[in-house]
């Protein structure tokens, strides 16, 4: 009975969530200047935003029920909530991006 609901393998829940933390991972290693944090937070917002926002949209569109949480019982205010924390999720990313810049270009 747990297949009817999901035509997919399990354990693909999350890859969206986890392409966001790559992109924001990839974000973070790329982004010129070290350490402007106020940079990478501006600029973090408005590429976490967007991708956020296609992504919500592109899970709740084409293939809905595959995040690892969704809140689509809650209207609007669930997808303003899925689209924060793929800003949060792209955020971190980014932070980790920018430490393992850190790290590796020293």
Do not use: Q
Request: with cysteine; aromatic share 16%.
């Amino acid at each position: 009975m747990a297949g009817e609901y999901c035509s997919s393998p399990e354990g693909t829940g999350m890859l969206f969530e986890l392409l966001d933390l790559l992109i924001g991972i990839a974000f973070g290693f790329f982004h010129k200047g070290k350490e402007d944090y106020k940079g990478l937070l501006r600029n973090g917002a408005i590429i976490g935003v967007t991708v956020g926002v296609i992504f919500v949209f592109v899970i709740n569109i084409l293939v809905p029920g595959k995040t690892g949480i969704s809140y689509g019982y809650l209207g609007a205010l669930g997808l303003i909530l899925e689209i924060l924390i793929f800003v949060v999720l792209f955020f971190a990313g980014s932070f980790i991006g920018d430490w393992l810049e850190r790290v590796f270009r020293k």
